[in-house]
């Protein structure tokens, strides 16, 4: 039995390989695809869109006419009473007081007082007072004597 009212796209596919799924293919008035898949298996939740299809997709099912806001406004079928929310006692909230920025100041003049330190320090151990340069003991001269004859352990024979 075909209802009353003409429906806005047309199906190319109906594949029913099983009996508990359904697949459609749903071609819109403005030439575009969708592709539904049912399950029958499931009492809710089954209906499966293979492509993300969102309300301004929806609307090209629509005809031009009924785009522009020319269709009839559809009211609610359900209307919830309205209710009031329980009075809340009103919280005063502490806000932290903003500290000053002596913290800063006292870091900033750490630094200052570490890094004159240093210098302080580099001046006296490197400028004014160095350590006196060492003599480089002369060696004896024992290994290079080329007036000594020299053995040579490995070859001797006992």
Do not use: H, W
Request: proline share 7%; hydrophobic share 30%.
């Amino acid at each position: 039995m075909p209802f009353t009212i003409a429906g806005n796209g047309e199906v190319e596919d109906n594949i029913v390989d099983d009996p508990s799924k359904e697949f459609f293919t749903v071609k819109t008035k403005g030439g575009n695809t969708f592709f539904l898949v049912i399950d029958r298996a499931r009492n809710s939740e089954n209906v499966y869109m293979l492509s993300m299809i969102d309300e301004y997709d929806l609307q090209e099912f629509l005809d031009d006419e009924e785009r522009n806001g020319q269709q009839e406004e559809e009211t609610p079928a359900v209307i919830l009473p309205e209710t009031k929310p329980e009075p809340t006692p009103d919280v005063e909230i502490e806000e932290p007081k903003e500290e000053s920025s002596g913290g800063m100041n006292k870091i900033l003049l750490l630094v200052f007082v570490a890094a004159l330190g240093g210098a302080g320090a580099f001046f006296y151990f490197y400028i004014y007072k160095p350590k006196p340069k060492e003599e480089t003991p002369q060696s004896e001269n024992l290994e290079t004597d080329q007036s000594l004859a020299t053995v040579n352990e490995d070859s001797q024979q006992e």
